[in-house]
């Protein structure tokens, strides 16, 4: 089968066309015909090797976010069929539970083969039945840029009605966050440094918007839409600069979820407000194939269309392009390769 | 009654004898004759009305800690009684839930009048039994710093028998700390600058020590001594420089309980790991009501001892002095005035 | 000031007009000039002492649920003010944190004074603002009908989009129930007796009718629309005959909410399957002043219309005749008194 | 191999020894001599096909509980090694999460087979290290019987210092219970028949005893006793008869675990309190893989033995003898079968 692999050295210079042997279903597992797969700023981390002994050994087939049809089963598989239409787990050895050592070790993308080929073989309970009216290319969309707002705002989270939430910008994380938190009946509050993109995120139901750009304390902007309450959640998903901000805008014991690499570079950061405001921040680590089965039902029940960008597609072959003009942050939506 | 106030500017050189009129209890209320009082670093910080405006208005009773006997009972009140030692709460309108912003209105010794007076009038279901076993000097440190440390490991850590627990030092709430995670049949590791301090914890039941002098690495320490694992939880109270070796130190999924002020000063902190490890950060403001019984209660099937040092102790009207020394740290346990 | 109570002796009967002083406010409480009272289940045991030592002494002003506008404040009362509509909530002493002993001494319309008077005093923590849209007999179904609902979906049960709800029949708790589910994303299965009920129930967005009648084993009926899977969530409110059935309704670690009086009067029950299948039953007991708080907030989002029966309203001296005939359940809908 | 397993037809009497193949690792497996099993009162219904199709198919090796010793690896297993004694797992299939109907595929003693086997191949993340200090006999009680009194009181339960527990007889769930509420400083209420039994229960640390056959309103008995709160949890593993006991000891928003066969046979039951105290009755189906290791290594940190019962030993061969006289009762501790 043909794959994309990273050859002889880290970096997106030797991502390469390559070639591997067919897969084939063992017992209790699923054979998959990839269709789609989706960059999330994790691949851009990791194709440099960003995550040390975490992202594997080369030769690598990179990204973590896919979806594709099934086309063989295994023995003693139940539950799915040929022609189904499904995600891989993020990580094949995390079905449930909380995150664990265990769950790293079957990350796709590092330390494991990621979405970036012909065919997968997958555990039937590392897959899950992608959301019936989801083209692949949305359906490949999920397991990471998805399932990552759905576990904080939903597993940790238990987001609910009239909970006022905050989204920071409209990365892919972001836009599932404000789709998720409308779903559960929340207040969105929307930050963005574009108008441009603050209204089309009041066109996917964002309740109140603030432009970063031009009011930069916009922690106090949250107090102040909420008369004083402040937010309920912060789906925190910047750099050292917003989580200030995000720690601003949080309400007493409120959960700030922590996705973003934070990486503090010669900020300094005041968690004060943290210890008297019984405030959780909560690390994100994408979530379970259990989660993700729960989300893919709902969006399903709820007819989700997942916010793909139809300007930023790429071709199976210009995975590396993708990877490349990604951090230059111009879409709207996700950026997909199409098999 | 006779007071300790803070009268007409804030600082430690304007805490004065004063003269209040007697309290009376009405409806569901109690009056209490306090016999001792403890000193927390946020007393330290109150007295120079370093919340800002949650520090309350001049003059000011400080101390939030402290311990009496029940003296009149209002009408109304059930399950107390004459005679009864009592601690109030360290927040009066916080009587259980989690932390809220009504939680603030009525913590004593800020905003609201402290335990620095020969009397206090409390609603009867903001007060709690003492332990049986113990003085009213050990009682007297129950309320914030015993009580900040079950809220940490107890209440949100639900801390079980073979849980891996970091305590840092050997101040006030780690000591109950290390109390109440033996106590719940976990396994302690205590780390400190002093081996004679180190020693000392040792004999309270720590089963590991590290010098954090002579190995300042101590977060690659505990991984060592737990096989990898990591610790299930940290209670971390120390300043910019410890969190970094508290995320080093939790395993994946494990719980740091912030309780120290963090200034980060002028400190980077790596916040990668919190994301990557599914690691949650949880800000603890002391406790309610609620948990100060439920802590009172086991504290006195356990027949514990609350760690009062011996050759720190101060007289009622020498708590200025008692708050000057108290930085310096050279006391081991806690810090009491004794009306 | 007037009001209804029960005077001389337990039982409908012996409901009569009466007069009290009128009420002033405290510090930190609210007087309330009551609009109008809403009926529950509780009320029609309560008024023949059916709680026993529980139900409190008599004089008692019967009902739970109500209504009214406030007209006057006490010190230090902040958040209200005169003019807001409110409900006080239906424990007085629980204001929030879990159900406890506490909470029942200040249950209104019995052992406390309920909401058939012309004023309330309540504590200023105690009563929750109405949302906006409501009428006031819209507000008075709120604090125990609705909230009930509530406290079983989202406080103990942590609905999240794409759970299957099922939901008993048409009663207060029910429809409540119904619009709760459906604002957080869930499916909804509602079972009546009554195709006319259950048409009223579609047009409110229920996903899916079960008519019991003539589909008695209804819990089998849930697994075939689930596709085997099983209801996340069951609101159980009737009596002996249906709990068999929601326990075969509900999933492995499903949660049944347990509302009605479950009298067993002569039902042999099966609880094999709760342990096979790691069942929760959870007992519901309305709910505290912060979950009412929580609640109104999200309706005020929503702008929902409290289910009141527009055929069956009565005036404040017929409340006597609103508890005689409710148990016939020919509502659909609250039935409320207007003062 | 050998085998001992129920054959051609279910019953005591159909249990023969046989032969089966040597089994062999595969990827991620390891190979077990087993040393010891069990007896739990689930396999005395196994055995007659009491759970249905979820029984399995003949012939089946009976049995949940066991342990042995590995004596092969597959590839890529870590964190285990040729000499460890192990326990397998409840459910094969689940390692951690809350159950699911995905655990019941994989339940040891049907529908898979069980314990009474030569040697098993158990994949790495489905078997737990035993505590050192164990031997094979006491190893083999821990998958069922001890993990569910863990998953009831710890997992579930949240049990802390101070609480208290009732738990209801001498078997082995019981007596696991017992140490488990022991462990995490909880105050425990013995119930048993035999007044000798309780004194051997008193000698392995229960607080208070209560002889239900002379005080059968023990519901009442515990109400006493603790001042009118009522107990924390319940582990209630009897009959019928015993759940409203359970109900009447249980404080307002506690916990009663359901461990038992709860058939109601005639029985009249009784949940109002249930409602108007806000209980949870909690279904408890053993526990998961990752369960079993957090109360493995809380085992060998306290040193624990297990409660074998010495008098009541069987061979391999007596697997049959030992089901068919478990039901009497006559054991204190656990019967074992010993290879």
Redesign the interface.
């Known amino acids: 089968m043909r794959v994309m692999q990273i050859e002889g050295e880290w970096g997106l210079d030797h991502i390469k066309l390559g070639q591997r042997p067919d897969p084939e279903p063992g017992t209790g597992e699923v054979l998959i015909r990839m269709k789609a797969a989706s960059i999330n700023f994790r691949d851009t981390v990791m194709v440099n090797r960003g995550?040390g002994r975490?992202s594997g050994e080369l030769p690598l087939v990179p990204l973590s976010d896919g979806a594709g049809e099934i086309i063989g089963l295994g023995d003693g598989v139940t539950g799915l069929a040929v022609g189904d239409m499904v995600c891989p787990a993020f990580s094949q050895t995390w079905?449930?539970?909380?995150?664990?050592?265990?769950?790293?070790a079957g990350t796709l993308g590092g330390p494991v083969d990621g979405t970036m080929r012909e065919y997968m073989v997958c555990r039937a309970?590392s897959v899950a039945k992608a959301p019936s009216q989801m083209s692949a290319a949305e359906a490949s969309t999920l397991p990471c840029a998805a399932l990552t707002a759905w576990n904080a705002l939903?597993t940790q989270g238990?987001v609910?009605?009239?909970d006022v939430v905050v989204i920071q910008g409209t990365g892919g994380v972001s836009l599932f966050g404000l789709i998720?938190a409308k779903?559960?009946?929340a207040?969105v509050i929307l930050t963005s440094s574009s108008d441009e993109k603050l209204a089309k995120g009041k066109a996917m139901g964002a309740d109140h918007l603030i432009n970063y750009r031009e009011n930069a304390e916009w922690g106090r902007a949250v107090g102040e839409i909420t008369n004083g309450?402040g937010a309920d959640h912060v789906v925190e998903v910047g750099g050292a600069g917003t989580?200030q901000q995000s720690i601003r805008a949080i309400?007493?014991?409120g959960i700030v979820s922590?996705?973003?690499?934070?990486?503090?570079?010669?900020?300094?950061?005041?968690?004060?407000?943290?210890?008297?405001?019984?405030?959780?921040?909560?690390?994100?680590?994408v979530g379970?194939a259990?989660m993700l089965r729960?989300?893919n039902?709902?969006?399903?029940?709820?007819g989700v269309q997942a916010p793909v960008d139809p300007d930023n597609g790429f071709a199976f072959e210009d995975v590396a392009e993708a990877l490349r003009t990604f951090p230059e942050g111009r879409h709207f939506g996700k950026v997909v390769c199409e098999f």
Chains 1, 2, 3, 4 share one sequence.
């Open positions: 995550y975490r079905v449930n539970g909380p995150f664990s050592e265990r769950s790293w309970e939903v238990h609910q009605a009239g998720i779903m559960h009946g207040e309450r989580l309400r007493p014991s922590l996705i973003g690499v934070l990486s503090g570079a010669g900020g300094e950061l005041n968690l004060g407000p943290v210890v008297t405001q019984n405030v959780r921040l909560q690390g994100i680590t379970s259990d729960e989300m039902r709902a969006f399903e029940l709820h």
